[in-house]
């Protein structure tokens, strides 16, 4: 099943989804060894990338659906690179997308916010598996208020794109925080199958870590959706992996 979606962008509440250049940002520098379930999805003619994700076999990739919105169902140009660190490196393993499938309730709701930010790519081969690239295990439960996350991304802005500094794999930790405290920012509480963390002060996420991971003791519980886009403060919302466990179960292959 491939994403047939036609979506207008005519947003007030500017989410940080559509901002495309902006990424985590502020955070400090990681290797890919410590975080080697994470690719990066590129336009592979221009090296720009779109969104992250996350190895959950050797065929398939964990990410936000909407990173694909806009594409046309045409990913001849849109690659996957496993086991590098840096958007520099368009050496390391590139992989083609077979196809992919988005949760089938995927979409914006009446607020115009994401629901149901899901999408398994399936690659046209499998990943060779080794200390740069290799599968996370899923979450064995939800995510709980006040559990510590990591999330890594490239941190890249408008004003930094190009510089060897920002093109290197960053990342932050995040405190997840209760739905009561994300309505604040958000015109609608989250549902059981989100979560939101709050982050450091001095780190920016945006648009171009959408579909990367929220881990916690070494497993995969939630894929990078929105937030306010450049918004310091503004917790950032997350899809609960442990929600759709059935939904990627049934629809990857091992």
């Given at each position: 099943m491939n994403i047939r979606l036609v979506i207008c962008f005519?947003?007030?509440?500017?989410?940080?989804?559509?901002?495309?250049?902006?990424?985590?940002?502020?955070?400090?520098?990681?290797?890919?060894?410590?975080?080697?379930?994470?690719?990066?999805?590129?336009?592979i003619s221009t090296n720009e990338l779109l969104c992250g994700g996350s190895i959950i076999s050797r065929w398939n990739i964990?990410?936000?659906?909407?990173?694909?919105?806009?594409?046309?169902?045409?990913?001849?140009?849109?690659?996957?690179?496993?086991?590098?660190?840096?958007?520099?490196?368009?050496?390391s393993d590139v992989h083609d997308i077979d196809y992919i499938i988005a949760h089938p309730q995927f979409r914006y709701?009446?607020?115009r916010l994401l629901i149901h930010d899901v999408a398994i790519v399936k690659l046209r081969r499998p990943i060779y598996m080794n200390e740069l690239q290799s599968i996370i295990p899923l979450a064995s439960r939800p995510a709980r208020t006040e559990n510590v996350a990591l999330i890594a991304g490239w941190g890249t802005t408008p004003d930094t794109e190009g510089q060897l500094n920002f093109t290197l794999l960053r990342m932050t930790t995040g405190i997840i925080v209760d739905n009561i405290q994300c309505a604040a920012y958000f015109p609608v509480s989250?549902?059981?199958y989100q979560f939101c963390t709050l982050n450091p002060a001095?780190?920016?996420?945006?648009?171009?870590?959408?579909?990367?991971?929220?881990?916690?003791?070494?497993?995969?519980?939630?894929i990078v959706s929105y937030t306010l886009r450049g918004a310091r403060n503004a917790p950032v919302v997350h899809s609960q992996v442990y929600y759709y466990l059935d939904f990627i179960r049934r629809n990857m292959i091992e």
């Open positions: 005519c947003l007030l509440l500017i989410i940080g989804a559509f901002a495309k250049k902006s990424r985590v940002f502020g955070g400090p520098l990681a290797s890919i060894s410590d975080f080697p379930h994470l690719v990066s999805i590129r336009i964990l990410t936000a659906a909407h990173c694909f919105l806009g594409l046309n169902n045409t990913y001849n140009d849109v690659k996957i690179v496993s086991g590098a660190g840096t958007l520099l490196n368009i050496y709701n009446i607020h989250l549902q059981n001095d780190v920016v996420i945006c648009a171009g870590d959408s579909g990367n991971s929220v881990t916690i003791d070494g497993e995969l519980y939630g």
